[in-house]
């Protein structure tokens, strides 16, 4: 099963129905694999010959809503803006450097101690779907050093 197909069969699982609009934003999202802005999802549907642009309050109202069915991830990237990205079977997230901008990813494990540690103490289950840590990469950090 393609993980359209899954994705599909997960939103009639929750009775959703699939909209031109809504399949075209997906179809977007799952041609990259990559961090897109709603103007990145646009344009790509915008290369599709037979297609005209969506609205960008469409894109985000669809994007929102993806979210909320923990389907995809929103990303502040600092000056790349927001982002959007398929929540898929290789999870990571991202430390930002906040002098030089390099984006580096790491390992959803990363979190695990910190969701066993909430759940533990706070009755908090926490979705940690794709993060941004800001701070300065070694080259940076040792530059003010």
């Known amino acids: 099963m393609s993980e359209y197909d899954q994705i599909v069969k997960i939103l009639r699982q929750h009775g959703e129905r699939i909209t031109i609009q809504r399949r075209l934003v997906i179809e977007a999202l799952l041609a990259t694999h990559a961090h897109m802005t709603v103007n990145d999802v646009n344009e790509h549907i ?7 642009s969506l609205a960008e309050p469409t894109i985000y109202r ?22 959007y990205q398929i929540i898929g079977a290789h999870k990571h997230h ?7 901008g390099v984006s580096i990813d ?4 990363l979190f695990d101690d910190m969701r066993e540690r909430l759940a533990r103490e706070h009755g908090f289950h926490a979705r940690i779907d794709h993060m941004a840590i800001y701070g300065y990469c070694s080259d940076c950090a040792s530059e003010d050093s």
Do not use: F, P, R
């Open 106 to 109: 790491v390992a959803d494990t």
């Open 46 to 52: 915008q290369e599709k010959k037979d297609v005209h």
């Open 94 to 100: 991202h430390l930002v450097c906040l002098n030089c």
């Open 62 to 83: 669809i994007l929102q809503w993806l979210k909320e069915l923990e389907l995809v991830s929103q990303t502040d990237m600092a000056e790349s803006g927001i982002v």
